[in-house]
């Protein structure tokens, strides 16, 4: 069986408040929050807990809509003011198609893969969301089931643009690659599933290129399920909400957004000449196996830090952590990085405490933050995270626990609450979703 290893050329998407790639880095590295108030969830009153969120809107994408009959309320479809999309393939998309669209164009073109390239046998595509495309189907369900109108007022395209794997889909359909075209989804570690898998397709050889990643359409529904769930954060400026592993934490933040990269066969583009972004060393995943859905498993990120880290020497210098904030997940993650790294030799860096926990996207565009971070050699900071807690957590003083003796303020010195320079030769990128499905993948600096 092959053994191929895996280069990343090329990487993109769509960033709450960032017109592109470089806004979003800029902002990143000068210690900004993407974080705002959604003006939506304030029109629901007291329905609503929360309401701050990293979300786009469609004009910000350059995006509009194109409504259908009076009083439907339905998005017949999208139109992109800047032409980049042909409108046949817009008609078959939600945002989060679009998105996915829109991130591969952008890194075909930085991966300098030809027409023939792309339409390839040996080229794939692997992405998806967590969730599917609520807006279309609330809307179109609406109609029907309430306003009683016709079938056909809700368009003809209501399953094609909400089935589970559209996002691949569409792209595939708009660039006309001829190789795998598949969907992983695993809850808020999908984004980095997708890319793990597409990884392995590579490594294995059972393709040459694909283009991978994960995304979440901003979407309502999604906010107000886990607003019920009373996991969101609340109380804070929106600046100041999300704030992983502090004593103060109270909920994440539900955001939005989407990572798409590409990634090719180690040889094939260092023979041609292609900018390497990083090189995949391993990816990694596993399930908790404790038969709880949403507790998180210090056993099952053992496990994880294991496998991800087989063969390797050394500690990476930069752990980016799924880290969202929640009471539970926060203390479990970081005293399982210690667990398998020790006290000290590296950073923890923490995004989502910038722009919020993107659920189908979170894995990738957090991976496309360490390629930032590997190209800028500069750790990104974990905002908020102002007091760690001084005390055992209940957990550690159990009969049972094999872990770390030691309070999470012990390791203050690993998390640093402001952007800043040091040599980055290997980053490992951490994403949990519920069912304890769990996600590692180790990237190193092309030399």
């Known amino acids: 069986m092959a053994n191929r290893r895996v280069a990343v050329v090329g990487m993109s998407g769509a960033f709450p408040t960032c017109k592109d790639i470089t806004e979003f880095s800029d902002k990143l590295f000068n210690n900004q929050s993407l974080i705002r108030t959604w003006d939506e969830t304030l029109a629901y009153g007291k329905q609503i807990r929360s309401t701050v969120a990293g979300y786009i809107t ?25 032409g980049r999309i042909p409108v046949g393939n817009l008609a078959t998309a939600d945002i989060s198609s679009i998105w996915g669209m829109l991130g591969s164009l952008d890194v075909i073109k930085m991966a300098g893969w030809s027409e023939d390239m792309v339409r390839s046998e040996h080229t794939g595509v692997v992405m998806g969301s967590g969730a599917s495309s609520n807006l279309i189907l609330r809307t179109a369900w609406h109609n029907f089931f309430v306003n009683g109108v016709k ?13 589970s794997y559209r996002e691949a889909a569409n792209v595939s359909t708009l660039i006309r690659s001829k190789g795998v075209c598949e969907t992983i989804t695993s809850a808020c570690a999908t984004g980095l599933g997708n890319i793990g898998y597409a990884y392995r397709l590579i490594k294995f050889g059972l393709q040459d290129r694909v283009i991978a990643g994960g995304m979440e359409a901003t979407s309502l529904e999604s906010f107000i399920g886990f607003d019920g769930m009373m996991i969101l954060s609340r109380g804070f400026s929106p ?3 999300s704030r992983p592993f502090d004593m103060k934490r109270n909920g994440f933040v539900c955001s939005f957004g989407a990572g798409v990269v590409a990634l090719e066969e180690y040889e094939q583009a260092k023979a041609r000449g292609a900018n390497i972004l990083a ?7 596993n399930s908790d196996g404790d038969g709880d859905m949403f507790y998180p498993s210090f056993d099952g990120q053992r496990r994880l830090w294991k496998g991800v880290m087989a063969g390797s020497t050394g500690k990476p210098d930069v752990v980016k952590v799924h880290g969202t904030s929640t009471f539970m997940g926060d203390p479990v993650e970081l005293l399982s990085v210690v667990d398998a790294l020790g006290e000290d030799g590296y950073h923890i860096s923490a995004p989502k405490s910038q722009f919020g926990h993107m659920l189908g996207g979170a894995g990738s565009v957090e991976f496309i933050t360490a390629l930032l971070m590997l190209k800028e050699q500069k750790v990104l900071p974990c905002l908020n995270c102002e007091n760690l807690n001084p005390e055992l957590e209940p957990f550690q003083t159990k009969p049972d626990w094999e872990g770390p ?14 952007s800043f320079a040091k040599p980055i030769n290997s980053i490992v990128c951490l994403n949990y979703g519920f069912g304890g499905t769990n996600s590692a993948i180790k990237i190193s600096k092309h030399v």
């Open 58 to 82: 469609e004009a910000e994408m350059d995006l509009d809509v194109a409504w259908g009959p009076a009083g439907t309320n339905y998005p017949e479809a999208f139109i992109d003011k800047l």
């Open 151 to 163: 079938t056909r007022y809700s368009g003809g395209h209501t399953v094609d643009r909400a089935m």
């Open 239 to 241: 600046e100041e909400s």
């Open 279 to 285: 090189v995949i060393d391993e990816y990694f995943n």
């Open 405 to 418: 003796m030691k309070p999470l303020a012990a390791y203050r010195d690993l998390l640093p609450q402001k």
